[in-house]
């Protein structure tokens, strides 16, 4: 169930993004400061901006929030506004959030808040997020031109783009550098040993920009050279599919003398030594898929 704080907060960035909008949400901040400590359902509802690859948004003519666009009212096993909004897709249009993934533009951002009558129990405000599809749903619901929703939905071309990106990183004696991740909540295999990388941010030219920022920050790694090895799809917490690019790079040097700053631990392994590993997500079948392939890998590897 999303919470006035959790709220508060989402506002607050969205306006730090859109500071021209201030006087239109107004009341909308009014509200959720005087709500603060209001028990129930936070009084909000929430969309989802669905937008397939030519261009058009899902329509849902009987909206229950009149907007056109799948909505709801959070409740109580919603994890946040965004699960909301994917909620109200499934429930509406048949369309699981395996099927859409995030868009570069936000992210988990909504693209717009939209005051609400906010009377009588009636919500103060509509947060709208914005999907692209991951796949081809069947769905009955019809799809109309973006451009009747306004210049910031226009915008959305709808083609997904890795917006994650992974390293494989070896060494010249065939071995692989793995990170032992956090064990605590919200993080993606807590407690399982990963392949270095994380998440597109603003200011992220390509999925190369996204891995080399990620290696520099997390452990202080700044390889010669990266190559594309393959791109794959995982899920994320709320069921999203997310699109990884995975890189391979060749490095030489000692993990313990990293500055890792997220994360437990880095360590090479030997591809035979991985299965016996916690792993995360597709590490194990990564691992194996490269050495398999990489010549420099094969032969260390088989001389060990």
Known sequence: MSSRTELRSILASYLARHPAESARLTLVKTALAAAHAAPGPAPV????????????????????????????????????????????????TGIGPGDLCLTPHYLRAPIDITPGPGTAGEPIADLRFAFYLAHTPHTEAPWRPTAELGSKAAALDGQAVPLNASALIHNSCGEYLLHLRDMRDGIWAPGCWALLGGGYEPGDLTP???????????????PEQLETFLDEEIRDADGLTMPVRIFSALWEGDPARLPLTEGVMLAWFPPATVPRLRLGGETLDLVQRHASIDPLVRTNSRSR
Do not use: K, M, Y
């Open 45 to 92: 509802t929430c969309s989802a901006l669905v937008v397939d690859r030519s261009g058009r948004f899902l329509h849902v003519p009987n909206s229950p929030t009149g907007s056109g666009l799948p909505g709801t009212r959070p409740e109580d096993g919603d994890r946040s506004p965004l699960a909301t909004a994917l909620r109200a897709v499934h429930e509406q």
């Open 208 to 222: 190369e920009d996204t891995i080399r920022r990620e290696l520099r920050e997390e452990a202080g790694i700044v």
